[in-house]
């Protein structure tokens, strides 16, 4: 266990490794990905988000473990994911282009395949 002020940033840390796992997810689709971008991106370039999306998401599991005990830390996480999943697919429906951000290394480039 760790002091209040250090467990709230693990654990802040914890919903933001679940946001960018999922959203990392979401753009590995090509559909997601030409609502972001408005072009079809290189299918090599979405393969690597897929196991970044999966690093994201182990990333926040186990944060949320050095949090509290594996029975708690798992709630805690399914809940980040819960909410990550959400806010991501809200994104989607309502601001798509700003799910860029979770992807700064492919600014500029995803749409035109360079």
């Known amino acids: 266990m760790?002091?209040?002020?250090?467990?709230?940033?693990l654990l802040a840390g914890a919903v933001a490794c679940a946001f960018a796992g999922m959203a990392w997810l979401a753009l590995s689709m090509p559909a997601h990905a030409r609502q972001v971008?408005?072009?079809?991106?290189?299918?090599?370039?979405?393969?690597l988000l897929r196991p970044a999306g999966a690093a994201g998401l182990a990333a926040s599991l186990l944060l949320c473990l050095r949090v509290d005990h594996a029975?708690?830390?798992?709630?805690?996480?399914?809940m980040a994911?819960?909410?990550?999943?959400?806010?991501v697919a809200?994104?989607?429906a309502t601001r798509p282009h700003?799910?860029?951000?979770?992807v700064?290394?492919?600014r500029g480039?995803?749409?035109d395949g360079s």
């Open 71 to 78: 029975t708690i830390a798992v709630l805690v996480w399914l």
């Open 104 to 106: 700064p290394w492919l």
């Open 109 to 111: 480039r995803a749409a």
């Open 98 to 102: 700003w799910l860029r951000v979770a």
């Open 37 to 47: 971008w408005g072009g079809e991106p290189p299918p090599a370039r979405l393969r």
């Open 90 to 92: 809200m994104l989607l």
């Open 81 to 87: 994911l819960s909410a990550a999943a959400m806010a």
């Open 2 to 9: 760790h002091e209040p002020a250090g467990a709230m940033w």
